[in-house]
């Protein structure tokens, strides 16, 4: 199996498709800034627009060690932007 590591926040769009289809609870939606700067997680039933900073939205990998490697969140991501690697190559 192939770990899901992280993903490239300047690739992803934020579409959550990865999100609805991982089981184990390993990527969570963040805020970004205009200039980058990642505000915080975004909750499904948060209006928070951050005091008004919220420029767009990114999956961010914060429960790495969840990831069994089942592959399906690479499977429907439109953007390519994540990176897996074998289990002798994640670091324990």
Not at 54 to 76: E, F, H, T, Y
């Amino acid at each position: 199996p192939q770990y899901l590591t992280k993903i490239n926040p300047a690739k992803c769009i934020g579409c959550g498709r990865c999100y609805k289809v991982c089981s184990r609870d390993v990527m969570h939606l963040h805020g970004v800034d205009e200039d980058g700067k990642v505000l915080g997680a975004v909750t499904e039933d948060d209006d928070d627009d951050f005091d008004g900073e919220l420029n767009r939205k990114i999956m961010i990998v914060d429960n790495a060690g969840a990831c069994v490697g089942c592959g399906a969140c690479s499977r429907v991501c439109p953007k390519d932007c994540q990176t897996h690697v074998a289990a002798d190559a994640v670091a324990a």
